[in-house]
């Protein structure tokens, strides 16, 4: 017997390298993107604020249009690479179309510049994004692995972009692009060579009967939990990134000069870089522990926290002490929800629910509020503005904490038919 589990756990080891690789390589592409293409623009470009602005728009926009399709499409795949590997090959022509097409477009109309490359950016990104996560998370139900472990390859991957870009920006701008392209192109050969699944075991991770039909999708509309998760989704984690936006700004406040600010935010977000990374190797094993709807109810308590804390600090020392939190945040939250919706939901309906609950639904909260707080930083200040964003998610949470379903810890993976937690 025991050899036969130490072959098991050799056969689950082998598949899963592969898989971090994977997030490395997707994320890598993310890190880029939105960390040098606002700088691209504005020096290669030379678009103004409003037109560098519509690109970002259109990316957040169109996204809405992909994601509740491409969570049905993947739920009907399953473990069929169509879409995933659509979006990947996508992602090769990165570079070229940076280097090639993107300038004519903008001497014909910038804000027709602005909808192509929105449209195309989304594909691969914004949308993309929850094709990816849903696919490992899936991964890793049929190949015994935590998914966690597998998206510190997305951790690593904003490290060596931040180290990388900057570098060959530097060197020369489009090459930011052609990097992204050939991270695209290691994508397509690991999601073809090397991400092998268990198929004997495929059923832990949704519907092998290909039984999936329209009426049983749009079922989901009608399930409260769903809604009380997007609620959650809307409150919690959209205000943890509107928060985020502009938070350099009011950080540097609080330094006689401006370089004296960029540098202790750039030593702060390597160290909260660094817990978050660390932080990803024992989370699943607490998550386990205490439960998924637990963690995502702990993410939100502490979310408000942070905010809340952050307002009311009297000087930068605990302004660092308030934001290194958002190291424990990110793995807390990645780990939960991935659980929670594989207990809380019906299996076959995975990427469905994760893309309406929280990439969705997200995404129309962080545009709503991020319009709202600017005007609010402008009126009130940051400080007061802070506040009211901590009271929101403090009474978000607080009313998920009443009406989030508990999770099938045996389905969501935390635990084994005997109760036992899995580890």
Same mark, same amino acid.
């Given at each position: 017997?025991?050899?036969?589990?130490?072959?098991?756990?050799?056969?689950?080891?082998?598949?899963?390298?592969?898989?971090?690789?994977?997030?490395?390589?997707?994320?890598?592409?993310?890190?880029?993107?939105? !960390?040098?293409?606002?700088?691209?623009?504005?020096?290669?470009?030379?678009?103004? !604020?409003?037109?560098?602005?519509?690109?970002?728009?259109?990316?957040?926009?169109?996204? %809405?249009?992909?994601?509740?399709?491409? #969570?049905?499409?993947?739920?009907? &795949?399953?473990?069929?690479?169509?879409?995933?590997?659509?979006?990947?090959?996508? !992602?090769?022509?990165? #570079?070229? =179309?940076?280097?090639?097409?993107?300038?004519?477009?903008?001497?014909?109309?910038?804000?027709?510049?602005?909808?192509?490359?929105?449209?195309? %950016?989304?594909?691969?990104?914004?949308?993309?994004?929850?094709?990816?996560?849903?696919?490992?998370?899936?991964?890793?139900?049929?190949?015994?692995?935590?998914?966690?472990?597998?998206?510190?390859?997305?951790?690593?991957?904003?490290?060596?972009?931040?180290?990388?870009?900057?570098?060959?920006?530097? @060197?020369?701008?489009?090459?930011?692009? @052609?990097?992204?392209?050939?991270?695209?192109?290691?994508?397509?050969?690991?999601?073809?060579?090397?991400?092998?699944?268990?198929?004997?075991?495929?059923?832990?991770?949704?519907?092998?009967?290909?039984?999936?039909? @329209?009426?049983?999708?749009?079922?989901?509309?009608? %399930?409260?939990?769903?809604?009380?998760?997007?609620?959650?989704?809307?409150?919690?984690?959209?205000? =943890?990134?509107?928060?985020?936006?502009?938070?350099?700004?009011?950080?540097?406040?609080?330094?006689?000069?401006?370089?004296?600010?960029?540098?202790?935010?750039?030593?702060?977000?390597?160290?909260?870089?660094?817990?978050?990374? &660390?932080?990803?190797?024992?989370?699943?094993?607490?998550?386990?522990?205490?439960?998924?709807?637990?963690?995502?109810?702990?993410? #939100?308590?502490?979310?408000?926290?942070?905010?809340?804390?952050?307002?009311?600090?009297?000087?930068?020392?605990?302004?660092?002490?308030?934001?290194? %939190?958002?190291?424990?945040?990110?793995?807390?939250?990645?780990?939960?929800?991935?659980?929670?919706?594989?207990?809380?939901?019906?299996?076959?309906?995975?990427?469905?629910? =994760?893309?309406?609950?929280?990439?969705?639904?997200?995404?129309?909260?962080?545009?709503?509020?991020?319009?709202?707080?600017?005007? &609010?930083?402008?009126?009130?200040? =940051?400080?007061?503005?802070?506040?009211?964003?901590?009271?929101?998610?403090?009474?978000?949470?607080?009313?998920?904490?009443?009406?989030?379903?508990?999770?099938?810890?045996?389905?969501?993976?935390?635990?084994?038919?005997?109760?036992?937690?899995?580890?």
């Amino acid at each position: 017997m025991q050899s036969i589990d130490q072959a098991s756990s050799s056969k689950h080891g082998s598949n899963f390298w592969g898989f971090p690789l994977t997030h490395f390589s997707y994320f890598f592409i993310w890190a880029v993107i939105n !960390g040098y293409l606002t700088l691209w623009m504005e020096q290669v470009g030379h678009l103004n !604020g409003a037109e560098s602005g519509a690109v970002f728009s259109m990316m957040a926009g169109i996204s %809405l249009i992909y994601q509740p399709f491409f #969570g049905v499409i993947s739920d009907k &795949l399953l473990f069929k690479k169509n879409l995933i590997l659509t979006i990947a090959i996508a !992602g090769i022509f990165i #570079g070229p =179309y940076f280097q090639w097409l993107f300038m004519p477009l903008l001497n014909i109309n910038s804000y027709l510049a602005a909808i192509i490359t929105g449209a195309f %950016l989304s594909f691969v990104l914004n949308g993309g994004v929850s094709v990816i996560e849903q696919y490992v998370q899936r991964a890793s139900l049929a190949n015994h692995f935590e998914y966690a472990h597998s998206r510190v390859g997305g951790s690593v991957a904003g490290i060596v972009a931040a180290l990388v870009a900057g570098r060959l920006f530097i @060197w020369s701008p489009n090459s930011i692009f @052609w990097i992204c392209t050939l991270a695209a192109i290691i994508l397509v050969g690991l999601l073809v060579f090397s991400d092998k699944i268990n198929l004997n075991n495929a059923s832990a991770a949704g519907d092998t009967s290909d039984s999936l039909n @329209w009426k049983t999708v749009l079922s989901v509309f009608k %399930l409260k939990n769903l809604w009380v998760l997007a609620i959650f989704y809307m409150g919690a984690s959209a205000l =943890y990134d509107v928060f985020d936006q502009q938070f350099i700004i009011f950080f540097k406040t609080f330094f006689h000069t401006a370089a004296q600010g960029t540098l202790a935010y750039s030593y702060m977000t390597s160290a909260q870089t660094a817990i978050e990374f &660390l932080l990803m190797f024992p989370m699943p094993l607490i998550i386990n522990k205490i439960g998924s709807r637990n963690g995502l109810i702990i993410y #939100g308590f502490i979310t408000a926290i942070r905010i809340i804390g952050s307002a009311l600090s009297p000087n930068w020392i605990w302004i660092i002490g308030f934001r290194l %939190l958002a190291g424990l945040e990110m793995p807390l939250l990645l780990t939960s929800i991935m659980k929670y919706i594989a207990g809380a939901f019906d299996i076959r309906l995975y990427a469905t629910i =994760y893309a309406l609950a929280s990439n969705f639904a997200k995404q129309i909260s962080v545009f709503i509020f991020s319009s709202v707080a600017g005007g &609010l930083y402008d009126s009130i200040g =940051y400080q007061h503005t802070y506040i009211y964003m901590g009271i929101v998610v403090a009474v978000i949470t607080i009313f998920a904490m009443f009406f989030l379903k508990k999770e099938n810890p045996v389905q969501a993976g935390e635990r084994d038919s005997e109760g036992h937690v899995l580890r």
